[in-house]
């Protein structure tokens, strides 16, 4: 891919982006029902819509999400070919991929990065011309308040990090972290978290403001939480179910020493997991394919589809009973000993865990604990609706969404044959 077509590329995205954002502005952008990117830009998208984390993304774990989503959007980084072999699949399969896409539609592709990152990746050419990929974008800054409380939640920020946060992120930058890597980038993305807490969220901002000052490793981590679980599902529209992997979890609250924080702790409980279970693993596209054929016979997606829409609408009611029949049906598919005999490489099965975010997690939906303190962070005994929050002034009257999250273990996996000779609890998570 050339630099020219690649400038091309990007500014038909950003008329498009503009285009959105006037939408946004007018109020002709239905917060219920409109996606961004729009629906038009993908290949036979599908419901639920499941986003993948950095992590969770990788080859093998892309294989075991396919099934649980309508669509999983893939974020494609502008990696040279070798990492992207490790990271994702052999570039000869490029065009079986594309024909997945194309036929199921339950793999989409979106760019990470501005297109003219993506300048001499020719091995990118085939995805670029037949999939068109879009350029995953939320709301400006500007969407979460006036430009004056924008600019005052800034100055905020500016003077608070100074005492001794920023000093903590230059450290840490500089130890150049294995995980944290992308440690400037999120030293860069710590300003706009605290601007959309503190006019969103204010509880979370004085907690964050108090530790920036009194104990900046725990902050450090808070950022993250509240970028993974609050600020980034709140700002994405249409995209109502997110995948994480546990590792990715557990290491974002670990810091290198000497800055690791006493003690983690949240000022209020976000959410709640409805189902923890085992399910199948596959590792190969080929094994995907299968064993998504045989989820779709046991109207899996369909009673998963109805799960996310009782999340997306707060209705717990619907969530209740669609919870109830997931976790009938995953427990009937993780019984079915035929199943291993029937599909090639399904070799493990992996916990999996799902919990609903938001004001729907507040009513009687019979979870099975918090969230947060399902991840081991200490959490106060209060919740937080996050689901009332107004993306804009102009368009207060839109409630936004709750969301849903999935957490997979991938790193505990079980042989098929342990499973099979274990007792009825093998469908819950064992301890």
Known sequence: MDREYLEDYEERENEQYSTFLKRLSNGTFNLEKDIYPPANRFTNLQNPLATASDLSGKIGDLWTQIPFSGSLILRLPSSPPDLFERDYFKISEIPTIIDFIKSTGRLQVTLEEYPTHYEGLDYLDQIFEELNPPMISGPPVTSYGSLDEIKKAQECYLSISEIAFSKLLTKVIGTKWGYWTAAKTYAEAAEKIYIYLKLKHPILAETIENLMVDDPPRAFIMFHVCQNF????????????????????????????????????????????????????????????????HYDAYDLRKVQEALNEGIATNNPDLLEKNAEELSEILDNIWNDKTLPRRIKGLEIGIPVSMAAIGSVAAGPIGSVGGFLAGLGLNVADRFIDIGTEKLVDKLAKKKAKSYQINIYDFKRKYKERMALDSTKKRSKVPK
């Open 230 to 293: 609050v600020v980034t599902p709140n700002i994405r529209l249409g995209y109502n179910l997110s995948n994480f992997s546990l590792d990715e979890i557990k290491r974002s609250t670990i810091l290198p020493t000497p800055y690791q924080p006493q003690e983690i702790s949240f000022p209020c409980e976000i959410g709640q997991f409805l189902l923890k279970k085992l399910t199948y693993a596959p590792v190969s596209l080929d094994a995907c394919k299968e064993l998504m054929y």
